[in-house]
């Protein structure tokens, strides 16, 4: 038995031998190396899968239009299962495989525990979607392509006042998840700041979300007529069918992790008619087409995402940055994180995510936050 | 009314740990192993109901047949490939084996239908009843899973104390070895418990994911976990003992959801089961047995 071991484990170093030197042969001055990491399986594989594709469309696009002598882009993901200890493994794989930029995590725990390594080995970080303030916060060299939960929630509390769209508001939120309370505390603030109330703040938690009824029916005795979901759409899709059921119809508004709603297998979406939410990325819009055509035909027809699109973006801020900077497949990943560090203070990006974003000293974005209406199971720019 | 509401809340969610809890007490009464994979094969079944009423356009009791013919063979291969091989053993190797057993039902259920959430589309067609002028709404799916519990609780009670297989059950799980000497084949009993318990698993899965809609490869864990607590507090091997616990467990749920707070309601509910065992140790309508040494 203990020599079957020994063989296996012999063969399996050998494939590894060589699958390492398969993809280390590839470093020239033409190509640039990024990396990304992020849950390629597991619960959150839904991002990582749609953040991946997103890249590689971009990197395709941009390999095929960079000719013979153009700069072209080297890709490789490693997947992280949402899980930060094996979010460190990957990284460190793909800083053996000689990453120059680091295009992750996808999700906030990931980031928040690579982001101190980024910061030692100088690596540019640039995460398509991790949207915790504490990620930008934790080094110079790192930047957001998504809003700050706290800006999104702020924007949205902003967007709610100026629309009028609400008298008496409730607010359910995930309290074991930093994203959901990020926003709730932005949107809090901010409406604290407008003079709007809340009626009622009901939460829960990852262990016991499974039954949500409980919350609903606390806003529906509180009487609000608006009820902000700062959570996924897994969860959304519960509150709604609840909603549905007893009958409870106030406007329900959501944010970007509400994005997918309309595409998730067997919901019925006339429960999500007139939901707002707010979503960088709309795929119904004119300019998005080439990009929804080229996914779908990569994902089986699925309709691409916002995470999709800002991974798409992530690779374009990259690749233009380089070229803009003059950084190239020879430059050491610290020179090029200096020099992009440099660009991106006083770049204007256009992309899928939106047009003229900025951003600031700490490396969190500035751009217009847009919101859609689900109308005809369509969004609709609000 | 408001009151009311809650309660009916609680009593809704509570039926469905209920008929979960069922089928946990049901092997643990009979092969005297906790089977952590029951939540698992709860969720199983929900997505070959969701499968067959969407992919094939078949009507809701189709897919429910469907569900408990898939979990039933499932948990016969389950028993057969994963328990069998290790009767005798001590019961912390299949312990430790039925995790693994959970842990790789739920990856292959993300291997063959992906880690994206599911919207389970409710089984039950009937709208809600509105009383009070809309303040109390009663949904269908309480109705349908209270009567549903009452209905598997009353028919297993009658099928352990009537039938020969159930007393069979019975024999072997008061000892084996003499229900052996007897000429009862205890590998076929027991693998006619999972055969049972598993079918209830598939039932279990479709009104869990009715009540509450999403389904994906770990909807079956959490509420697991909580029948196995309500199967605990009613008293574990006991038949209307996990009914009773089920039931409990939703109400306390719902109401310190309520009252005390909407995230520290596990806290509350575990906090409750150690009162209940402090008690009585072997759980609300569980027995005392003693073990001879």
């Known amino acids: 038995m203990k020599k079957v071991f ?326 050491s990943a610290a020179d090029a994180c200096a020099k992009l560090e440099e660009y991106f203070a006083s770049c204007t990006f256009d992309g899928l995510t939106g047009t003229g974003m900025t951003w600031n000293e700490a490396g969190m974005i500035s751009k217009i936050p847009a919101a859609v209406i689900i109308q005809d199971g369509k969004y609709v720019a609000m | 009314m408001q009151i009311l509401q809650y309660l009916i809340n609680g009593i809704s969610i509570g039926a469905v740990y209920a008929i979960i809890a069922l089928g946990y007490t049901m092997v643990y009464g009979i092969a005297k192993m906790l089977n952590f994979a029951h939540g698992d094969v709860i969720m199983v079944g929900a997505y070959i109901s969701f499968c067959v009423t969407n992919y094939l356009g078949l009507p809701a009791i189709v897919s429910i047949l469907a569900a408990m013919i898939v979990c039933t063979v499932l948990g016969i291969i389950i028993e057969a490939l994963a328990y069998k091989p290790l009767r005798g053993t001590s019961s912390l190797a299949v312990l430790i084996t039925a995790i693994g057993v959970s842990y790789f039902l739920q990856n292959a259920a993300q291997l063959i239908w992906g880690s994206a959430p599911k919207n389970f589309t409710s089984i039950v067609t009937f709208k809600p009843f509105s009383l009070a002028g809309g303040e109390l709404v009663i949904t269908g799916e309480v109705i349908i899973t209270i009567v549903i519990s009452v209905l598997i609780m009353v028919g297993l009670t009658l099928f352990t104390g009537k039938t020969r297989m159930g007393k069979a059950m019975r024999a072997v799980s008061e000892d084996r070895d003499a229900a052996q000497l007897m000429g009862i084949n205890v590998n076929q009993t027991i693998s006619m418990t999972f055969a049972i318990g598993s079918a209830l698993a598939a039932v279990a899965g479709v009104l869990l994911c009715s009540t509450v809609p999403t389904l994906m490869p770990t909807t079956g864990s959490m509420p697991g976990i909580r029948a196995f607590t309500a199967a605990v507090i009613g008293g574990i091997g006991s038949i209307p003992g996990a009914m009773l616990g089920g039931i409990l467990l939703g109400v306390i749920e719902t109401f310190s959801k309520k009252y005390i707070s909407t995230e520290f309601s596990d806290a509350i509910v575990f906090a409750v089961l150690i009162l209940i065992l402090l008690v009585k140790p072997a759980g609300l309508l569980g027995k005392q047995v003693q073990e001879k040494v």
Do not use: R
Request: charged share 15%; with cysteine; net charge negative.
């Open chain 1, 6 to 331: 020994a063989l296996v484990m012999a063969a399996m170093m050998v494939v590894a031998m060589f699958a390492g030197c398969g993809s280390s042969s590839s470093a020239d001055a033409g190509t640039i190396k990024i990396g990304m990491t992020g849950p390629l399986t597991g619960g959150a594989a839904i991002y990582g899968t749609a953040v991946e594709a997103g890249m590689k469309i971009a990197v395709e696009e941009i390999n095929a239009a960079a000719g013979e002598d153009g700069l072209k882009i080297a890709f490789q993901s490693q997947d992280d299962e949402h899980d930060g200890e094996k979010a460190l493994n990957a990284y460190n794989t793909l800083k053996d495989w000689g990453m120059q930029f680091f295009a992750g995590a996808v999700t906030t725990g990931p980031c928040l525990q690579i982001a101190p390594e980024t910061v030692e080995d100088q690596i540019f970080m640039m995460t398509p979607s991790g949207s915790s303030d504490k990620i930008a916060n934790s080094g110079s060299n790192i930047f957001q392509m998504c809003f700050t939960d706290p800006n999104q929630g702020a924007s949205a509390a902003q967007l709610v006042y100026d629309q009028q769209m609400a008298t008496t508001i409730g607010i359910i939120y995930d309290n074991s998840d930093d994203y959901s309370k990020g926003l709730m505390q932005g949107f809090k603030t901010k409406a604290a700041e407008l003079g709007m109330e809340i009626a009622i703040e009901t939460a829960f938690t990852a262990d016991n979300k499974s039954d949500l009824s409980t919350q609903v029916t606390q806003c529906k005795d509180a009487g609000c007529d608006f009820v902000f979901l700062p959570f996924y759409y897994t969860e959304a899709a519960q509150v709604l069918t609840y909603a549905d059921k007893i009958g409870y119809e106030p406007t329900f508004f959501g944010c970007d992790g509400m994005d997918g709603i309309l595409s998730m297998e067997g919901f019925d979406t006339s429960l999500a008619e007139g939901l707002a939410l707010m979503t960088p990325f709309n795929p119904d819009a004119p300019e998005s087409q080439e990009f929804v055509a080229k996914y779908q035909e990569m994902m089986n027809g699925e309709i691409p995402n916002q995470f999709a699109a800002d991974g798409y973006d992530v690779i374009y801020a990259i690749y233009n940055a380089c070229v803009a900077t003059g950084v190239d497949g020879a430059t």
